[in-house]
């Protein structure tokens, strides 16, 4: 079955290494204009798709095999808070479809699951736009639109967005990461 268009599987988020050159060549204040003041940072193990929509390989190690020399791999990935070219709110809108301007493709993530914005004063809000599996920030439970106040978020809060786990960064800590990241 394919999905129509608006269900769309693409995330926005991009890996840690696209970040690295920049961080290299750039300020931290040119890194911020160029790529957006704030970001959620997700670790992922990098997995192959299935063979087919239900389907699930299972490969078993030979007696020769090693198992201490197999090991996962884990990816980075950078998603920048910011609204997208096509983004028709001042609130930058987090889902697993398409027409938000974070894409998160874990179906525990609802279709329009929160929004973001940034205060007067620079600071990074955050609420639940009435997903399913709910929004948390450090554990504690983010108020839905209509039911309290915004959460604020800083650097290095942890985000959980249904059942995929981020972490906050400012550009700053963004641009300082990837100045150290070597894969």
Same mark, same amino acid.
């Given at each position: &079955?394919?999905?129509?268009?608006?269900?769309?599987?693409r995330?926005?988020?991009? /890996?840690?290494?696209?970040?690295?050159?920049?961080?290299?060549?750039?300020?931290?204040?040119?890194?911020?204009?160029?790529?957006?003041?704030?970001?959620?940072?997700?670790?992922?193990?990098?997995?192959?798709?299935?063979?087919? /929509?239900?389907?699930? &390989?299972?490969?078993?190690?030979?007696?020769?095999?090693?198992?201490?020399e197999?090991?996962?791999?884990?990816?980075?990935?950078?998603?920048?808070?910011?609204?997208?070219?096509e983004?028709?709110?001042?609130?930058?809108?987090?889902?697993?479809?398409?027409?938000?301007?974070?894409?998160?493709?874990d179906?525990?993530?609802s279709?329009?699951?929160?929004?973001?914005?940034?205060?007067?004063?620079g600071?990074?809000?955050?609420?639940?736009?009435?997903?399913?599996?709910?929004?948390?920030?450090?554990?504690?439970?983010?108020?839905?639109?209509?039911?309290?106040? /915004?959460?604020?978020?800083?650097?290095?809060?942890?985000?959980?967005?249904?059942?995929?786990?981020?972490?906050?960064?400012?550009?700053?800590?963004?641009?300082?990461?990837?100045l150290?990241?070597?894969?």
């Amino acid at each position: &079955m394919t999905q129509p268009e608006s269900e769309s599987r693409r995330a926005t988020g991009l /890996p840690i290494e696209a970040y690295v050159e920049d961080a290299r060549s750039l300020s931290p204040e040119e890194f911020r204009d160029r790529h957006g003041s704030a970001f959620l940072l997700l670790t992922a193990a990098e997995v192959n798709p299935p063979a087919g /929509p239900a389907a699930t &390989m299972v490969e078993a190690l030979s007696p020769a095999d090693d198992a201490s020399e197999i090991t996962g791999s884990v990816s980075l990935v950078a998603f920048p808070v910011r609204r997208g070219s096509e983004s028709v709110t001042h609130l930058v809108t987090v889902g697993r479809t398409s027409n938000n301007d974070i894409v998160i493709s874990d179906i525990s993530v609802s279709r329009f699951h929160a929004f973001l914005k940034q205060d007067t004063n620079g600071t990074f809000q955050i609420l639940d736009g009435g997903s399913a599996n709910g929004t948390r920030v450090n554990g504690a439970k983010v108020p839905a639109r209509g039911e309290g106040p /915004p959460t604020n978020l800083k650097t290095g809060d942890t985000l959980r967005l249904g059942r995929v786990e981020f972490t906050f960064l400012d550009a700053t800590a963004l641009h300082s990461f990837a100045l150290k990241y070597d894969p």
